[in-house]
């Protein structure tokens, strides 16, 4: 089992970025998908969840309105779609499939986890 996280960078206050997380080693459709993230000092948060098929989303109140986590079965791959970043908005961003189809914001829900991808945002 896999979950390969990319897309993670330097960004500028205002920016825009886009994470991807390649899952493999298994059904990736069955399973709900997240991302969380951790900033230096802090503990991991929850950031966005997506159920098995993309139709029902959560996000956390800092990110919404400003984040869109979205999914394709086809290529068993979830994104963040990450528009007018904050300075806050800086951590490693972690993808997570859960264990059941649809899933909430705590991390033991998760079964899976990606390695992480550094987002900073400063100018």
């Known amino acids: 089992v896999q979950l390969q996280a990319s897309g993670g960078g330097l960004v500028q206050p205002g920016g825009s970025l886009r994470l991807s997380c390649a899952a493999s080693?298994?059904?990736?459709?069955?399973?709900?998908v997240a991302w969380f993230r951790q900033a230096p000092g802090q503990e991991r948060e929850f950031v966005a969840t997506?159920?098995?098929?993309?139709?029902?989303?959560l996000y956390a109140d800092p990110v919404k309105d400003r984040f869109t986590i979205s999914r394709d079965n086809a290529k068993s791959t979830v994104y963040l779609h990450m528009n007018s970043l904050k300075a806050e908005d800086t951590a490693v961003y972690y993808c997570?499939?859960?264990?059941?189809?649809?899933?909430?914001?705590?991390?033991?829900?998760?079964?899976?986890w990606g390695q992480g991808t550094l987002v900073t945002v400063s100018s």
């Open positions: 080693g298994f059904t990736f459709s069955n399973n709900a």
């Open positions: 997570a499939a859960a264990y059941r189809a649809v899933a909430g914001r705590s991390p033991v829900d998760y079964k899976y």
């Open positions: 997506a159920d098995w098929r993309g139709g029902r989303t």
